[in-house]
């Protein structure tokens, strides 16, 4: 047997299966074994090495039962793994260990320590030294689970997304206007603000050439609406500043980030007054004069510092309005306008480092005049059109501010003199394009191409493609393109788009949505609003669109395969494929022929006509998820003439048609609803009609119906007691537990049924729907859009009002709300639900904005409303201590955390008074010992599930190896320490180890080193 030498037993937690090794030592560290408990479990202990001599002791816990303390215990000191025995080396080098880890002894020939591979594994149990350490009482260790700190409050809402305000209309286009401004941003061309028949706008919209679509600007900080104000690009931001309001001149103004689509005001202070012209000069805005001609005053803009600086009046431009200015690069030039003496041909050169100003030289001046452009060349500025004096030829000029003369510009080829026309710079060439005759009476159509190198106008091509005659419009130039926007044409206020090339002097066709039309299919697939079919102004048509409203582009579908021209037909969204049948062709009947569109592939396929259901139009179609189910509908070119009361399914994935079943179907009919409701198809109301006997049809409204099972291909009655009245032309939508019926007509004046009802095919029930106090039964509607749970009404003529009005009913709340009129644009078009508004396509778009309320508490999620699943979420209610944001204000029960530690007292924070603690201490778990030397206690922080308040208590004591535990032999190595710990006593003697303990306490409570029973032994260690 061998003598112990001096030797340390070290410990490792084992609830994770990895060693823990300690960073001062280069060797790997011993395993530990920790006796754990689980509720309900018996303990383990696992993995145990020695390093030194090879006799190892250890104790274990005795398994099943309760502790109401922590602690934690390791050794150090040779052991014996079974009591009154002892283990020689070549014993232990028989017995398996853990694979991959070391032991070391200590060498008999050399008294060296040696260290030894371990080729196995070797587990023993610790239940025969439960005893001797008194664990039968002590907490479990660790469960293995760490708490996770909570998350930390940001401020901000989680689940709000940016979006435009509910309730509320936007044009998708910018509407027709003149007096705005339009800026190119180097991707985008930003139109803002301006003046229609409604009065001032402050509006806008982001125009994409390369996508060929529109974003709306923010209205959310915008500046005030106005015209004629200045509207410059500065890099990164538009600065719009003065112009006019409906009544007044203003002096305020914002910058628009187009990236962020967020507006910032820009302060007002120390600005001049005025209506007036501005220009950017690489890093200020200068501004200068007033339309009202009562300035000659202007000022300096930083946008970088929101700081304006008055610009010297010394020598500067009189007075004026109508003038023009421009940057040349170092300097402002302000030139010509009017006066109380009229036109002037006199300006100024402002130079904004010496803030002073040089009159414009006189000498070969062109003529005096107003309302002329003036284009900076990058060496001159050239001066062109404009109103004059009667018999004056108005010749144009081009001036060099560097030298202040003044030469010809040559008039060969060049448009027709004109006024109010604008100009733009492509970087080589100076295009004009419309405005009005010299007199300001007639509008132009026509422009030219001035190349300064050579003093030389090319005109510009006229039809097909050129805008229409109008002035007040605007020039931006994109790098490759001229984009012509606005202006008033011929009285009507234009908001298209034009584009001309000056490399091809042509206008590509100009980008529009196709014309509204009657009787066409639409759908949405979750991404794109799909038309197909309908009536146009050239009678029936197969043609169609893919409408794109996150990039607002309008894509034609394809003609190749696609069904024959009709209008009335059937059309259902597969989640793949639209399915298009039926329908009528007017001259040659109906169809009983239809096609499958993929529009990602942009292909059509042709639904088989074997075994099809009778043609028909006017009739009603679901997607079941796997099948078409068509029913009803008007045949007047089939023997069977008129109202069918048959039906087919279809299958695309097999082509395939099989009929419905005819028994217990409801009697023929057409223009009445249908609607899935998960399980079956419900068939309500429509109309038909027989001669009477002077041969005139008589229509009979239908208020009955039937509920369809295509798995058992059976029909069941529909209940009629307390059924809405007989109607068609009606909506049947299905809520997700119930079928909302409202609308339609029940006359043959026309006259809409504001009586609904709610029916709920799992009971055979009705409730009657709330009426609309907005709506009138004496005007028609346009259109019905289900937002998934809430039905808008659409299109009736709002009185002595331009703008049309609706309704929004919401089905579990049996309420109505009117829908704004604000913005509103006039009854008609056609009306689609695109996922976050309702899309009304008229001559332009117009968006009306209402995300969903799933929980119908009032609030929408873009209204603000951050759980819009649970209706005691949303903005406006009493927060409660439930780990929720109640009130949506980015805070989680932030009034039940006094302390601001991020833990609430609801929320198990054991001292709400004290931020650094929030959770009662834990038992300690992986005390660890490292021979650096001195010799380091370290142990698993509780920061995390406790809180960086809490402290530690550290003891030891010592034991002989095969004599009884005794902890009032333990001393204090560390009283409200944190890890690590130093142990610099000496190592135990022969025959002796030391044992640690180590608890945790803080504000909340002390834990113990095991149990109350070995705590009462212990010395305190305070």
């Known amino acids: 047997m061998r003598p112990w030498g001096m030797t340390r037993v070290l410990s490792r937690s084992v609830s994770s299966g ?169 991707s985008v061309m930003v139109v803002w603000g301006g003046l229609d028949d409604r009065g001032v706008l402050g509006t806008g919209g982001r125009y994409d050439p390369a996508t060929d679509s529109w974003t709306p600007t923010s209205l959310a900080g915008a500046p005030s609406p106005r015209r004629g104000h200045i509207g410059v690009w500065t890099g990164s931001s538009m600065l719009i500043w003065g112009g006019a309001g409906a009544t007044q001149s203003l002096n305020d103004g914002g910058q628009y980030d187009p990236v962020a689509d967020t507006w910032t005001p820009i302060s007002p202070k120390n600005a001049p007054p005025g209506y007036y012209l501005g220009a950017w000069s690489g890093s200020r805005l200068l501004v200068w004069g007033s339309f009202e001609q009562t300035a000659n005053s202007g000022g300096s803009y930083d946008p970088v510092g929101d700081l304006w600086t008055p ?89 060099d501010p560097a030298h202040d003369t ?67 419009h605007t020039l931006v130039w994109t790098g490759s393109q001229v984009l012509v926007f606005g202006g008033n044409s011929l009285g009507q206020y234009s908001g298209k788009t034009y584009r001309f090339d000056p490399l091809t ?43 794109d409203p996150a990039l607002d582009s309008w894509m034609e579908t394809s003609t190749a395969g696609a069904p024959a021209a009709r209008w009335k037909h059937l059309a259902v969204w597969t989640g793949r494929e639209m399915i298009v049948w039926g329908g009528d062709a007017v001259a040659t009947g109906e169809f009983t022929s239809g096609g499958r569109y993929d ?14 259901a009778a043609p028909r139009s006017a009739a009603s179609a679901v997607w079941s998820g796997r099948e078409m189910i068509i029913w009803g509908g008007v045949s007047l070119s089939t023997p069977s003439c008129c109202f069918l009361a ?14 419905t079943s005819t028994t217990g179907a409801p009697t023929g009919r057409y223009a009445h609803t249908a609607a899935w409701t998960g399980n079956r198809m419900f068939v309500w109301g429509g109309v038909f009609f027989f001669l009477n006997n002077l041969q005139q049809r008589q229509y009979v409204y239908l208020n009955d119906g039937r509920l369809y099972d295509p798995v058992t291909d059976t029909w069941a009655a529909v209940a009629a007691l307390n059924a809405p009245p007989a109607r068609s032309g009606h909506v049947a939508i299905w809520t997700g537990a119930r079928v909302l019926v409202w609308g339609g007509s029940s006359s043959a004046s026309g006259q809409i049924e504001l009586r609904g009802g709610r029916y709920d095919p799992n009971h ?71 996922g976050r508004g309702m899309l009304v396509w008229q001559d332009r778009l117009h968006l009306y904005s209402l995300s969903a309320d799933a929980d119908h508490d009032g609030v929408t999620m873009c209204g603000g409303d951050c759980g819009d699943g649970n209706p005691n979420v949303h903005p406006g209610t009493t927060e409660t201590c439930n780990g929720i944001d109640d009130n949506c204000n980015g805070l989680v029960d932030e009034t039940f955390d006094l302390d601001g530690d991020g833990h609430t007292s609801c929320g198990g924070d054991c001292n709400d008074a004290d931020p650094s603690v ?48 005794d902890a009032s032999s333990a001393v204090c190595l560390g009283s409200g320490a944190s890890s690590p710990v130093n142990d610099v006593r000496p190592d135990p003697s022969r025959g002796q180890m030391f044992w640690y303990l180590v608890r945790a306490r803080n504000s909340c409570g002390t834990c113990t080193y095991g149990s109350v029973s070995l705590d009462q032994t212990i010395p305190a260690c305070f």
């Open 18 to 186: 990895r060693s823990s090794r300690p960073a001062s030592r280069a060797v790997a560290s011993p395993p530990t074994c920790r006796c754990r408990r689980r509720p309900g479990a018996r303990s383990s202990c696992s993995e145990a090495i020695s390093r030194g001599e090879p006799s190892i002791r250890w104790p274990r816990a005795r398994r099943g039962r309760s502790r109401t303390s922590s602690g934690r215990w390791t050794t150090r000191g040779p052991v014996s793994p079974r009591r009154g025995r002892m283990l020689d080396w070549s014993s232990l080098r028989r017995r398996s260990m853990p694979a991959g880890r070391w032991l070391r002894k200590r060498s008999a020939r050399s008294g060296r320590s040696v260290k030894t591979p371990i080729r196995s594994s070797w587990r023993f149990s610790c239940r025969a030294h439960a005893r001797e350490f008194d664990v039968t009482a002590l907490h479990t260790v660790s469960s293995g689970v760490e708490t996770l700190p909570r998350p930390v409050a940001t401020g901000q809402a989680s689940g709000i997304s940016a979006c435009l305000p509910d309730d509320t209309w936007t044009p998708y286009l910018p509407g027709g206007r003149v007096g705005h401004s339009a800026i190119w941003t180097g």
């Open 311 to 399: 610009m010297s009046t010394v020598d500067s431009p009189t007075p004026r309005h109508a003038y023009s200015l421009v940057w040349a690069g170092s300097v402002l030039v302000v030139w010509g306008g009017v006066d109380q003496t009229g036109y002037l041909n006199t300006g100024g050169r402002y130079d904004p480092v010496s803030d002073s100003w040089t009159p414009t030289s006189l000498s070969g001046a062109p003529s005096q005049r107003y309302g002329d452009s003036l284009v900076w060349t990058g060496s001159e500025v050239v001066v062109w059109g404009g109103e004059f004096n009667v018999g004056d030829p108005g010749l144009p000029g081009r001036y």
């Open 406 to 472: 003044w030469r010809p510009v040559s008039t060969a080829g060049s448009p027709s003199p004109r006024s109010i026309q604008p100009a733009v710079w492509t970087g080589s060439r100076m295009v004009v394009w419309g405005g009005t005759s010299s007199d300001g009476a007639i509008p132009i159509d026509t422009g030219g191409v001035y190349d300064p190198a050579t003093d030389s106008w090319t005109l510009t091509q006229g039809l097909p493609f050129s805008p229409p005659k109008r002035y007040q």
């Open 505 to 547: 002097n042509t206008w590509p066709p100009p980008p529009s949505a196709p014309s509204p039309r009657t009787g066409m299919s639409t759908i949405w697939t979750g991404s794109l609003l799909i038309g197909w079919g309908g009536s146009g102004g050239s009678g029936l048509l197969n043609t169609g669109f893919r409408y």
């Open 599 to 612: 529009p990602v592939a942009d292909s059509w396929t042709p639904t088989t006509v074997v075994n099809a």
């Open 646 to 659: 048959t039906g087919g399914r279809y299958d695309p994935l097999t082509d395939t048609w099989a009929a």
């Open 764 to 834: 055979d029930s009705w409730e009657a729907t709330s009426t609309s106090t907005t709506l009138n039964a004496s005007g028609s509607y346009m259109g019905i859009a289900w937002t998934g749970n809430v039905m808008i009404v659409w299109g009736q003529n709002n009185g002595p009002t331009d703008s049309g009005r609706g309704g929004r009913y919401d089905p579990v709340a049996d309420s109505w709300l009117p829908t704004s009129t604000e913005s509103a644009p006039p009854a008609g078009g056609a009306v689609a639900w695109i």
């Open 918 to 965: 929030w959770g009662s201490p834990l038992e300690v778990s992986a005390v660890l010992l490292a021979e650096v030397p001195p010799v380091q206690i370290t142990w698993t922080s509780q920061d995390v599930p406790a809180g960086p308040g809490t402290v530690y208590d550290v003891v030891s004591g010592t034991r002989a190896v095969l004599g009884a535990f």
